[in-house]
């Protein structure tokens, strides 16, 4: 797990997150790796509707470290780690409001073209945005 | 609130719906409904895929009659109450496994075409089979 | 439906809120909602924790207005609009970035003893707290 | 990841589940999976109130292999694959109605005292029955 990360996107927990456990339900975990997903897309990559989103997730690993309780905003991490020829890596790293890493995670996207519904490859543009961004990649 | 539902139809609660008062939360009352909706639109309608909706919601009322809690099956009525130019009414009732009452609702729905993105007028084929199967209307 | 919210509280619209319509599914209203009145409990009454809470719903009403899209920062009105022996009414409405009223609704509360399971009278505490923040009540 | 399930639950796809793409939003997986391994938990283990829970979730992973739609009755296959002192592993399959793999995944759980607060032991009673259904374990 990346101990560094440029940008950083807050979200606030819900209480429709917590689960009769007290905490967030696992799941959000993900919802919050997203919204940073998102918020890096239109503030790094600058495409920020939802119809503009040009990859299909493929593998997601989520390592739980404390309990993610309500309510709090959340301080969340996410960086590119790797652009392949059809795909790039994510990590990611979810803050408590007292600094507490609360999650980790990585995610692999497949660049996709939703119309021919089919993968393609990382453009030159979005690879030269994302190295310059976050890289150079190993 | 109506006594009988021709149309009925099971929803499993899923542990995820269970909030921190160890029963479901509110917001599910609408998805169980929903999940009825669904059904009577693709069994009694005949349009099953998301894309073929054809109208929006407009107005929705929820009374929470005891709690929802889990693992159980619902039996979800879902019935329609009245057909109007534009709009037509469904009424809705939630019981759990024993048969208790759980949730009622309501909901108005506006007939819409998402392509011109504007309200339409019921069309006669869809007034016809609500009719035949849930009327007459007052 | 009100005009006026002395209490308002922002919610980020968050990507998993939008169904295949391409604008937020109709539950989350009720998420919006909630987390005005979360805030409100916390900031107004001065109960901030979910183990905290002393009511449960017994009614809500939305109208949607507008769709509600992604990504954006909604602007939720609450207030208390009447306070009765055992329950307490709640309306909202849900404002768009661009001061567009995209959902309004209401709720009724009755205030509960989660340990003896049973409702109970509203507390002259509470009562005075709400009366002194949104009263006088008719 | 394993080829053979023992256990298999149907676990309904909602509409609400459906995201701006037309398919399950991706942390939809980890639901899927929590269904099954809930079911589990109640047939094979004979603990099924959620407040009978006794573990904790510390690791996940999920593969998406084909898009998940709606309307279908997903067919989730859960098994334990392992158990060590204080944890024990589990994978999943999630197969269409058609049979296709659509997700698969892994978890990692560690034994814990809710009230204590603090992981434990995987009792010798759960660890039986655990290799009694999906034993021997390497």
Redesign the interface.
């Given at each position: 797990m990346p101990l560094e990360f440029r940008f950083r996107h807050p979200?606030?927990v819900?209480?429709?997150d917590?689960?009769?456990?007290?905490h967030a339900?696992?799941?959000?975990a993900?919802?919050y790796f997203?919204?940073a997903r998102?918020?890096y897309w239109?503030e790094v990559v600058g495409r920020?509707r939802?119809?503009q989103?040009d990859y299909?997730?493929?593998?997601?690993?989520?390592?739980?470290h404390q309990r993610v309780l309500?309510?709090q905003t959340l301080d969340v991490g996410v960086r590119v780690s790797g652009v392949g020829r059809k795909t790039f890596d994510m990590v990611y790293e979810v803050l408590g409001e007292d600094g507490t890493r609360l999650v980790s995670g990585a995610s692999v996207q497949v660049a996709y073209d939703?119309e021919a519904a089919r993968s393609v490859r990382v453009s030159d543009e979005l690879r030269r945005v994302l190295e310059a961004f976050d890289g150079p990649f190993a």
């Open positions: 979200v606030p819900r209480f429709k917590i689960d009769i456990g007290g339900h696992h799941s959000h993900l919802v997203e919204e998102w918020a239109r920020g939802p119809e989103v299909i997730l493929a593998d997601v690993r989520v390592r739980y309500y309510p939703y």
